[in-house]
């Protein structure tokens, strides 16, 4: 039973984090800053006011598929977001303002997410088969079955350090929102709420990653 639970809350959480954060921005979207400003706007006052003045913006397709691009030095916002007034989307554009500036500081964390990109890229790929061939043939290479888990061990790693660099982000988005008067006093509890609920989706992950890791490290004892 509890193995049931545990595999539940594996499968639910990431989607609850998911709901929670579509529906607080659709939520939020309906809300017009005061100012009028534009979410591409906003980000060009943030980056410049940094003196991130090399920093482009650009428009890409989709839904909250907002990201800053250090390999090309672009923050790229969503079709929901690109050119929207709403507190929610001025919240979204702050935050990949906010990765921006920590690249820009070298903050260590994101160095650290970074530097490890490449690895992770090629664990996320292959610890599942290198782990169930390793179960397989558990008898002849146990060590095969461990290095699934190792390799899985390197996503949880970046799990966790792309947890705080998130925060902080929004962190830095919210403050800037209110320093620079970008947001009224009664519109940064929104976009807080915005910045909030995409937060979650990582603690949900970095949660996920770890029952995982546990799960599998379970199953070796158990052979």
């Known amino acids: 039973m509890s193995a049931i639970i545990f595999l539940l809350v594996m499968l639910i959480l990431p989607i609850i984090a998911q709901i929670n954060v579509s529906s607080t921005f659709k939520k939020y979207k309906t809300v017009h800053n005061s100012r009028g400003l534009t979410a591409d706007q ?3 006052q943030i980056l410049d006011s940094n003196g991130l003045y090399n920093v482009r913006i650009e428009r890409i397709g989709g ?3 907002d990201h800053y691009d250090p390999t090309a030095n672009v ?3 969503s079709d929901s977001v690109y050119g929207n007034t709403s507190v929610a989307a001025i919240g979204v554009a702050a935050h990949e303002c906010g990765h921006a500036c920590q690249h820009a500081e070298e903050y260590t964390p994101i160095k650290i997410r970074t530097a490890i990109v490449p690895v992770t890229n090629v664990c996320s790929k292959l610890w599942y088969i290198t782990f169930l061939l390793g179960v397989l ?3 002849a290479f146990p060590a095969l ?8 061990t390197a996503v949880v790693i970046f799990q966790a350090v792309t947890l705080p660099t998130e925060l902080d982000a929004s962190g830095r988005a919210l403050n800037t929102l209110e320093a620079q008067g970008i947001l009224d006093y009664n519109e940064i509890p929104m976009a807080k709420k915005v ?3 995409a937060a979650f989706t990582y603690v949900a992950a970095l949660v996920t990653a770890i029952m995982q890791l546990l799960r599998l490290l379970s199953m070796l004892r158990d052979n």
């Open 145 to 152: 079955a461990w290095l699934g888990v190792a390799m899985f």
């Open 75 to 77: 923050i790229r916002l």
């Open 195 to 197: 910045l909030k609920a």
């Open 63 to 65: 839904n909250l598929t």
């Open 42 to 44: 906003v980000a060009r």
């Open 137 to 139: 043939l558990f008898e």
